[in-house]
């Protein structure tokens, strides 16, 4: 059946899609009689256009000559658009990875290497925007709730020049509606659903605009979420290999039905303050919680959406923001100030209980774990060898913009601000062996074997400007530039403890023996820096001082610190820096006022950084140059929009993250890459039928080999991946479609609609190895149908998610990222069935 419908609906949805990045969607300009027009006006004009500020103006979509896509409130409404994963399947040029909700990472035209999202690793290449403020965090992207959004606008491609360091590959920019002077209005929506092999869901939704005179008005949303679970954890036993003769363990006091479930609930607040008659200032508020439990994941081994985990599995990820914009005019020039504090704890619970079994294996020869890393507790006795992950995450962010705008009506236009961000995250993991001994324990952490708690600051400082002229009324012409310096650091603690019962290096016992359990004498407390000079590994060897640690006032309470610069009787975080420029040059020709062609020359980059691991050097800032020709037409009367883009990007030498010996994070600049592609939409309205479509195909590849040594000729260095692998995680090709047919049945106003989506295979990693070890990420196609009709001022559908049932994949990975068993596959949300209604008022 999956086959048929491969054959069928792919070539189907193809011949819709390219007949279809840059195009708006019509079903955002039929905005329903109920909307007052303040709200209409927000996410169209009169004509049906969506109103845009991607290049920092407000432009009609056909006249801005990049790649973009924008998703108006009134689609985002028709779709259920709810999460980052229901507003990206309806942009191709996007794929993601994700092991549960609120961890994920964003990829845009196929600029992936895999592994990115780790908070010791790179920064993102695509940047997420919340209206006019960056809230890409170094650990991944925030899934806000989609609700009272005005539009949401994908930019593909390098946006170096006005969004900077993270919008290496692209920009998703996330516009809220905003308050309204025109009058006090409202509406409340709820939703049931039923999962197929899974439980029950429920959403409830609120906004109210409250006017306040003609200059002050509040907009409020409010929003609660329940996503049932539909992953089973099942009962399930493992055998370990220490002395004694073995241990046995089970899960019983784990076992559960929809094991995976998440609440989301928050809301905004946004004040309008027209301060007179040129200038505005809007303070925003924005909290959200997110609440998981469970895997999202399951094992393929174990069954069908089924795992079997031995210990609390959870996740809870709190974010707070406040913002403030400000408009106004200097004389004919338009003035903006952005500004925001973002503030996101997070708060993990992960069952680690793969590794031990990897590595009790690995080590049977010894008497498996308990032999060799002395997993004993503080009477001498073997103990169970699986581990739990208690991971703590906090993150700030500051940013802070002012930039300045010509008139638009004039030939000669100019862009032109200044930026400057400050993000920081306070690393916490615990790694944990209950009843563990002291002895082989982290310093001052009884029962944690491997204890990492390190502060990284990533800074950004930019000015940046762009400009635009017009050669004559059909051609323009526009030059860019973006001068930035970056200034990264990382201080910290991570390893193991000091002492084993026995050093296995050399015999001495552990009471004189700065070494750790896992009989390394080169992580851990062994390399902390002393008082004295050098670490505590070379005061044992040299017999010095070895009772006199070096620590950081910026990391919290760690046993020492081997992790920074010691000077004198502190460590300074290390640092990594560097500056540089990047373009972007355009030209657009308009031979009519239905057809703009354009072709672009950009570049953009992302920051270098630091590893952790003191063997390992820094690795430097890559980029990407990106050239294109695009289109963008529309038939007279706006009943038909075609739009589209050809590109070619090359990546040099672009940042690699893996983990490496003993699951350490090691970020290295690998090879180049040339991505090419092709990528179009396209929208019909024919009276009550609308119809879109949206496809791209990528051709993502490496022009060189990678190694697991920045220099491949380098002496017993391996290669990983050959020069011509497909970089992973993005399909060759991605396509979705839209129907929906609106007819007035006697004061109902009915309809019906359809989506439909697929996504060809892509493999996992981008290392042969390990893309083996992990399987491919399968093709699938997906389809979503409801009904439903509006009566007055109130809304009413019946739904039906993922039709078929497919057991589309997200992601694939592994617990313990060193071994090559038991890999995990993240599906979509099986068949979801439910009602949906709301009211206006």
């Known amino acids: 059946m999956a086959s048929f419908r491969r054959r069928v609906l792919v070539p189907l949805l193809a011949s819709a899609a390219f007949a279809a990045p840059a195009g708006?969607?019509?079903?955002?300009?039929?905005?329903?009689?109920?909307?007052?027009?303040?709200?209409?006006?927000?996410?169209?004009?009169?004509?049906?256009?969506?109103?845009v500020t991607a290049q920092k103006r407000d432009e009609s979509i056909q006249n801005v000559p990049i790649s973009i896509q924008a998703i108006g409130t009134r689609r985002l409404d028709q779709l259920n658009v709810s999460n980052f994963n229901d507003y990206t399947q309806l942009l191709p040029s996007v794929a993601f990875q994700s092991s549960q909700p609120g961890v994920t990472t964003?990829?845009?035209?196929?600029?992936?290497?895999?592994?990115?999202?780790?908070?010791?690793?790179?920064?993102?290449?695509?940047?997420?925007y919340l209206d006019e403020q960056p809230v890409t965090t170094i650990g991944g992207t925030l899934d806000i709730h989609i609700y009272d959004i005005a539009r949401i606008e994908s930019l593909a491609g390098p946006q170096g020049t006005l969004y900077?360091?993270?919008?290496?590959?692209?920009?998703?920019?996330?516009?809220?509606?905003?308050?309204?002077?025109?009058?006090?209005?409202?509406?409340?929506?709820?939703?049931?659903?039923?999962?197929?092999?899974?439980?029950?869901?429920?959403?409830?939704?609120?906004?109210?605009?409250?006017?306040?005179?003609?200059?002050?008005?509040?907009?409020?949303?409010?929003?609660?979420?329940?996503?049932?679970?539909?992953?089973?954890?099942?009962?399930?036993?493992?055998?370990?290999?220490?002395e004694a003769g073995g241990i046995s363990v089970d899960n019983a006091a784990y076992v559960k039905k929809d094991y995976n479930d998440t609440e989301t609930y928050g809301g905004r607040a946004a004040l309008k303050i027209d301060l007179d008659d040129n200038w505005t200032a809007t303070p925003t508020l924005l909290y959200q919680e997110q609440n998981s439990h469970g895997s999202y994941g399951y094992d393929p081994k174990v069954g069908d959406l089924e795992v079997q985990r031995f210990y609390p599995e959870y996740r809870r990820d709190r974010f707070a923001q406040a913002a403030l914009t400000i408009e106004g005019q200097l004389g004919n020039w338009d003035v903006t100030y952005a500004g925001a504090l973002l503030d996101r704890r997070a708060v993990q619970s992960s069952d680690y209980t793969d590794y031990a079994e990897a590595y009790d294996s690995l080590y049977s020869a010894v008497g498996g774990l308990a032999g060799y890393f002395y997993y004993q507790?503080?009477?001498?006795?073997?103990?169970?060898?699986?581990?739990?992950?208690?991971?703590?995450?906090?993150?700030?962010?500051?940013?802070?913009?002012?930039?300045?705008?010509?008139?638009?009506?004039?030939?000669?236009?100019?862009?032109?601000?200044?930026?400057?961000?400050?993000?920081?995250?306070?690393?916490?993991?615990?790694?944990?062996?209950?009843?563990?001994?002291?002895?082989?324990?982290?310093?001052?952490?009884?029962?944690t074997l491997w204890l990492t708690r390190q502060h990284r600051v990533d800074k950004d400082y930019a000015v940046f400007g762009e400009a635009s002229y017009d050669l004559t009324p059909k051609l323009t012409l526009t030059a860019g530039?973006?001068?930035?310096?970056?200034?990264?650091?990382?201080?910290?603690?991570?390893?193991?403890?000091?002492?084993?019962?026995?050093?296995?290096?050399?015999?001495?016992?552990y009471t004189a023996s700065p070494f750790n359990?896992?009989?390394?004498?080169?992580?851990?407390?062994?390399?902390?820096?002393?008082?004295?000079?050098?670490?505590?590994?070379?005061?044992?060897?040299?017999?010095?001082?070895?009772?006199?640690?070096?620590?950081?006032?910026?990391?919290?309470?760690?046993?020492?610190?081997?992790?920074?610069?010691?000077?004198?009787?502190?460590?300074?975080?290390?640092h990594a820096d560097g500056q540089g420029v990047t373009y972007r040059f355009n030209a657009t020709w308009k031979p009519t006022d239905a057809v703009l062609l354009y072709a672009t020359a950009s570049r953009g980059f992302r920051p270098g950084g630091i590893n952790?691991?003191?063997?390992?050097?820094?690795?430097?800032?890559?980029?990407?140059?990106?050239?294109?020709?695009?289109?963008?037409?529309?038939?007279?009367?706006?009943?038909?929009?075609?739009?589209?883009?050809?590109?070619?990007?090359?990546?040099?030498?672009?940042?690699?993250?893996?983990?490496?010996?003993?699951?350490?994070?090691?970020?290295?600049?690998?090879?180049?890459?040339?991505?090419?592609?092709?990528?179009?939409?396209?929208?019909?309205?024919?009276?009550?039928?609308?119809?879109?479509?949206?496809?791209?195909?990528?051709?993502?590849?490496?022009?060189?080999?990678?190694?697991?040594?920045?220099?491949?000729?380098?002496e017993g260095a391996k290669v990983l991946a050959p020069a011509g692998t497909r970089l992973p995680i993005t399909p060759r090709f991605k396509i979705s479609g839209t129907a929906r047919y609106a007819v007035p049945i006697g004061t109902v106003r009915a309809y019906v609609q359809g989506l439909i989506a697929h996504q060809s295979s892509a493999s996992s990693d981008l290392r042969i190895d390990k893309a083996t070890a992990l399987g491919r990420l399968e093709p699938y196609t997906s389809a979503s149908l409801s009904v439903g009709g509006e009566v007055a001022n109130y809304t009413f559908e019946l739904f039906v998610r993922n039709l078929w049932d497919e057991r589309g994949q997200i992601s694939r990975f592994q617990q313990c990222g060193a071994c090559d068993q038991r890999p995990y596959v993240v599906p979509i949300a099986p068949r979801t069935i439910g009602i949906r209604a709301g009211a206006k008022f």
């Open 106 to 128: 964003v990829y845009m035209r196929g600029v992936a290497s895999g592994g990115d999202g780790n908070h010791s690793g790179s920064l993102p290449s695509v940047g997420v």
């Open 377 to 447: 507790d503080n009477d001498g006795n073997t103990i169970d060898p699986r581990q739990r992950v208690i991971g703590r995450d906090h993150f700030k962010k500051l940013s802070q913009e002012v930039r300045v705008a010509s008139p638009v009506d004039q030939p000669f236009r100019l862009v032109a601000g200044a930026f400057y961000q400050r993000q920081s995250n306070l690393i916490f993991q615990d790694y944990q062996i209950p009843n563990l001994g002291s002895q082989v324990s982290a310093n001052g952490y009884p029962g």
């Open 612 to 714: 952790r691991r003191g063997d390992v050097a820094d690795y430097a800032a890559d980029f990407l140059t990106n050239y294109e020709l695009g289109w963008k037409t529309t038939l007279p009367g706006g009943a038909v929009r075609f739009n589209g883009a050809v590109y070619q990007q090359n990546w040099d030498q672009f940042q690699f993250s893996f983990l490496g010996a003993n699951s350490f994070t090691v970020i290295q600049n690998g090879p180049d890459a040339r991505i090419r592609g092709v990528e179009m939409d396209t929208s019909v309205t024919l009276g009550g039928l609308s119809l879109t479509a949206a496809g791209a195909y990528t051709d993502a590849r490496t022009r060189t080999e990678l190694c697991d040594s920045v220099d491949c000729t380098a």
């Open 164 to 242: 900077g360091a993270s919008s290496e590959a692209g920009t998703i920019r996330i516009i809220t509606n905003k308050p309204d002077t025109a009058g006090l209005y409202g509406r409340v929506d709820g939703e049931v659903n039923m999962l197929r092999s899974g439980g029950i869901g429920y959403t409830s939704e609120g906004m109210l605009n409250i006017p306040f005179g003609e200059r002050v008005a509040l907009r409020m949303v409010g929003f609660y979420q329940k996503d049932a679970g539909f992953i089973d954890n099942v009962p399930g036993t493992r055998r370990f290999l220490p």
């Open 517 to 574: 359990a896992a009989g390394s004498s080169r992580t851990g407390v062994a390399s902390c820096y002393m008082a004295g000079g050098g670490t505590l590994r070379d005061a044992y060897l040299n017999g010095g001082d070895t009772g006199n640690f070096l620590t950081s006032p910026d990391v919290g309470a760690i046993p020492c610190v081997n992790l920074g610069v010691p000077d004198g009787n502190r460590v300074l975080p290390k």
């Open 481 to 509: 530039g973006r001068v930035f310096i970056y200034d990264n650091s990382l201080v910290g603690f991570f390893g193991f403890g000091r002492n084993p019962g026995v050093d296995p290096a050399d015999g001495r016992p």
């Open 24 to 51: 708006a969607q019509t079903g955002s300009a039929q905005a329903s009689a109920a909307d007052t027009p303040s709200q209409q006006a927000t996410a169209t004009t009169a004509d049906g256009d969506i109103i």
